[in-house]
């Protein structure tokens, strides 16, 4: 009983979503941002957006949504020059979270695209 009561208290947040929601917390808008720049890296057509649909899709199912704004930000962040920015390209959590977006990113072109 105590052990069940613990499991409910851990789930939190994750109790109240469906499954659904669990699996799909990524917002509308970054999928449809994600599929622009695909397409335009791409090309045109229904063939690639049906790719670039799946790509963010696997995205999706393997780094939550907080994970993956994080790893953008730290990859937009890493663009920036000087001294202050530095932090964002060697320092190891920054270096974590750009290698597990990186991973999905591989991951979803041999899954889609080939």
Avoid: W
Avoid at 55 to 63: K, M, Q, R, Y
Avoid at 69 to 93: D, K, N, Y
Avoid at 102 to 108: G, N, T, W
Wanted: glycine fraction near 6%; aromatic fraction near 8%; include cysteine.
């Amino acid at each position: 009983m105590r052990a069940a009561l613990i499991a409910i208290f851990l789930a939190g947040p994750l109790a109240a979503q469906s499954v659904s929601e669990q699996l799909n917390d990524y917002p509308t808008i970054a999928r449809a941002d994600y599929i622009f720049g695909c397409m335009a890296a791409n090309g045109q057509g229904q063939d690639v957006l049906r790719k670039c649909a799946c790509s963010i899709d696997h995205i999706a199912s393997v780094l939550p949504y907080e994970k993956y704004v994080e790893a953008e930000t730290v990859l937009s962040l890493q663009l920036g020059g000087g001294e202050r920015l530095s932090i964002f390209r060697t320092a190891a959590p920054a270096k974590a979270l750009v290698a597990d977006l990186r991973r999905a990113q591989a991951e979803a072109e041999i899954l889609c695209f080939m």
